[in-house]
């Protein structure tokens, strides 16, 4: 094992698996992932049945107060 392949190899997937997690946050309305509920996930109870996270472990957190990506980035503020 090469571990600067394997790092890469690491680097890459977790580069893809965010670029796809922001597209379904973005896909269903949200700016970022830590904007989804309880509500908006849904189990597979078998057969055609599903439940919420939500209703099914009880799983409820506290509300995000997320305004936009833009006012949590570490770029200072270009003054004109």
Known sequence: MDPEI???RA???IQGF???LLSLA???????????TG???????GMN????LEGLLGY???EVKFTKL????VFPKRQA
Do not use: L, V
Request: aromatic share 14%; hydrophobic share 15%; glycine share 8%.
């Open 6 to 8: 394997k790092g890469k």
């Open 60 to 62: 409820k957190r506290d």
């Open 70 to 73: 833009q006012d949590y980035t």
């Open 26 to 36: 973005h896909s269903c309305g949200y700016e970022h992932p830590g904007q989804f």
């Open 11 to 13: 680097a890459k997937y």
């Open 18 to 20: 965010r670029k796809e």
């Open 49 to 52: 049945r599903y439940q919420t």
């Open 39 to 45: 509500q908006d996930i849904e189990i597979s109870m």
